[in-house]
T-cell receptor, first 113, second 116 residues
Framework: EAGVTQFPSHSVIEKGQTVTLRCDPISGHDNLYWYRRVMGKEIKFLLHFVKESKQDESGMPNNRFLAERTGGTYSTLKVQPAELEDSGVYFC???????????FGSGTRLTVV | AQKVTQAQTEISVVEKEDVTLDCVYETRDTTYYLFWYKQPPSGELVFLIRRNSFDEQNEISGRYSWNFQKSTSSFNFTITASQVVDSAVYFCALSEAARNTDKLIFGTGTRLQVFP
């Protein structure tokens, strides 16, 4: 089975620009998660989708971040406008059930300059 | 509040040595799950194990073993006869079953370097 796919793998943008990250979960996985690791810090939760609904978005840092999951399939995470502190690695993960153990993607490394 | 502490930032060993990665957690819930993930140089996070709070049996999978002790709130990971391919960053994580989401609280990770 194909794993969790994220693209782009790297993105370098200027402060104030917009970037959209995409995640394709494993087919049939209702649960989709976004996490990020800012330089030198721990991996932190952003949000959790169950199908197309946001189950928990308590980790979203501010309203510059917008996540969607169209039709309960792939998900996008848009940062608009990007700030320097948004730089980091953004991970997506999916799981068929809660507390089962996620399958993570390889991440998108975002650099805001 | 939930918290996961991995006090060892970096560990270096020579191949064939045994190595233990420590993980200490804090939670007020009685039902929770603990996980270990491996992040090799390629960057993805690879699921290694899940343990629920009611199962304190140690687990062994090949050269990997896990020691879960509720009395000390620890979930330590041991690699026996380490190999160069074990070089990676290892993360311990916690989720609380009572909540409406299974979001993970991660430790800061332990970088393991295995030298030939």
């Amino acid at each position: 089975e194909a794993g969790v796919t994220q693209f782009p793998s790297h993105s370098v943008i200027e402060k104030g620009q917009t970037v959209t990250l995409r995640c394709d979960p494993i087919s049939g996985h209702d649960n989709l998660y976004w996490y990020r690791r800012v330089m030198g810090k721990e991996i932190k939760f952003l949000l959790h989708f169950v199908k197309e609904s946001k189950q928990d978005e308590s980790g979203m840092p501010n309203n510059r971040f917008l996540a969607e999951r169209t039709g309960g399939t792939y998900s996008t995470l848009k940062v608009q406008p990007a700030e320097l502190e948004d730089s980091g690695v953004y991970f997506c993960a999916s799981s068929p059930w809660r507390n089962y153990g996620y399958t993570f993607g390889s991440g998108t490394r975002l650099t805001v300059v | 509040a939930q918290k996961v502490t991995q006090a060892q930032t970096e560990i270096s060993v020579v191949e064939k040595e045994d190595v233990t990665l420590d993980c200490v957690y804090e939670t007020r819930d009685t039902t929770y799950y603990l996980f270990w993930y491996k992040q090799p140089p390629s960057g993805e996070l690879v699921f290694l194990i899940r343990r629920n709070s009611f199962d304190e049996q140690n687990e062994i999978s090949g050269r990997y073993s896990w020691n879960f002790q509720k009395s000390t709130s620890s979930f330590n990971f041991t690699i026996t006869a380490s190999q160069v391919v074990d070089s990676a960053v290892y993360f311990c994580a916690l989720s609380e079953a009572a909540r409406n989401t299974d979001k993970l609280i991660f430790g800061t990770g332990t970088r393991l370097q295995v030298f030939p």
